[in-house]
């Protein structure tokens, strides 16, 4: 039957939330001569031992079934009018209806979701008003030449951000902007050094944030120490030698001990660090050994350390699903604010995964996939372009307008990206789960109105189970 949670199991029923107008009607005592039927919007999850997890993407209820009502939900799944058969179909039919996946009709289930759309569009057209994070590439260029870089392709040139620039950009905001990201390229270069003092001085009690390669973290000290810091991520793809195989300068010379040096010096004076590594199968075992290391070397500072541990772009999805599961596994015995200071991207899953690593109470259902996807963030590069998203910098097809010397926003554009907005998401039984998907993951010729499907259903069929059977497992060894 349903299983009924208690308070000492992980998994539990789970609300959208913020949809006050959504609520979850009494149980109904079925009589003959009712008419239901299961809602389209059911995800079955197979899980090992005859179960299964469903999920109702119209309101975020998640439940866990045996075979027995996995076979009747499978029946009636394809009929419009459900009668059940015995008095154990009757109680799997109070329970659906009490959960919300039964439905009158068709127009009932489509009315539910307008519901649904409706909030989530009056949210995001109110968030598209609220233009926050301002991220500054400084230029392209870069030190170092890592063989992985996601802008290798792009445009090189030795341009930087000009004044006038950074002037124009912080026009646009009108005031409004709360954080500032200086990204590149590499932000933190000798070279950047005047711009980076320009928008300091410009925006000096803003809360920053940055992505640097780390080398030459201590040459921007002076400024850096000044500012209120939400965090550094700092790249390390593992130990010394795991490391400089992989992110060496353009001469071929390591990097990796002076990167360690800055991060201490930075620590040290108890500014955020987040270690970013990169991982993929020759390099997982260097990079926890390095994070182990680190966390005791550090430990007096623990406040002010996190770590990210990515799988790496274009990586197969069956490598990803080892490589993440692995990490899981390994952090499984510690508590959620460890896991979480030792892996910042168990909260970067998709929300429907995320509620199975971590305690998410309830879920929120996606209007579309990112901030990207609307006006709170914008990236400034030194060519005059604005981007949404980090991964597209460089990619013009990807820019969403211009900044200099004059403002123009495209009509169409990652903006103007949503559920609605893509065909397939309108009537998909997943985008209240996946908000279209990402589209840089997308192999194809550019196209922002496609959904990319591959990664939620990855996610919730792949990975879901194996986070689930791994935490069941760490149940069942505490209560022995």
Known sequence: MFYRPTSSQWLCALNFRHLEYICIPGIHIYKEGDSMKLIRHTVFVELENDEWILINSLNGMIDKVNSSVYNVLRRWSVVDEIIPEDEFEIEVYKNLEN????????????????????????????????????????????????????ESNSVKNRSILTKEQIDAAINISDNQITHVGL???????????????????????????????????????????????????????????????????????????????????????????????????????????????????????????????????????????????????????????????????????????????????????????????????????????????????????????????EKVLKKESLHTRNIETIPSCRECIYSLLCGGGCSMLLNSSYDIYKPSCAAIKYQIHELIPRFYKDKLNLANKVQA
Do not use: Q, W
């Open 99 to 150: 959960r919300g996946y039964l439905v009158e009709n068709e127009l009932t289930e489509s009315e539910k979701k307008e519901l649904v759309l409706k909030k989530l569009r009056d949210n995001h057209n109110n968030d598209k008003m609220k233009y926050k994070c301002a991220i500054f590439v400084l230029s392209y260029n870069c030190n170092f030449r890592c063989p992985y870089c996601f």
């Open 183 to 405: 990204f590149g390229g590499e932000p933190l270069l000798p070279e950047n050094k005047g711009a980076v003092e320009y928008i300091v001085n410009k925006l000096p009690d803003k809360t920053y944030f940055m992505y640097t390669n780390g080398y030459y973290l201590r040459d921007f000290f002076d400024i850096i120490s000044k500012l209120k810091i939400e965090h550094i991520t700092v790249t390390l793809d593992g130990d010394e030698d795991a490391h400089d195989k992989r992110r060496y300068l353009e001469d071929g010379s390591g990097t990796f001990k002076k990167i360690i040096n800055g991060i201490e010096y930075y620590l040290e004076n108890k500014i955020n660090i987040n270690i970013r590594m990169n991982i993929d199968d020759t390099n997982i075992h260097e990079s926890t050994v390095l994070r182990a290391h680190l966390l005791d070397k550090f430990s007096k500072y623990a406040k002010y350390l996190s770590f990210e541990m990515a799988n790496m772009l274009g990586d197969s999805y069956s490598d990803r699903t080892e490589i993440v599961t692995k990490l899981f596994k390994d952090d499984i015995m510690l508590s959620e604010e460890e896991r979480l200071r030792r892996n910042k991207m168990l909260r970067g899953f998709n929300p429907i995964t995320a509620a199975f690593t971590t305690s998410a109470k309830c879920l929120k259902p996606m209007y579309s996939f990112c901030s990207a996807h609307h006006e709170s963030v914008m990236v400034f590069d030194p060519f005059g372009d604005i981007y949404s998203c980090l991964v597209s910098l460089g990619n013009k097809d990807f820019s969403i307008g211009s900044y200099y010397p």
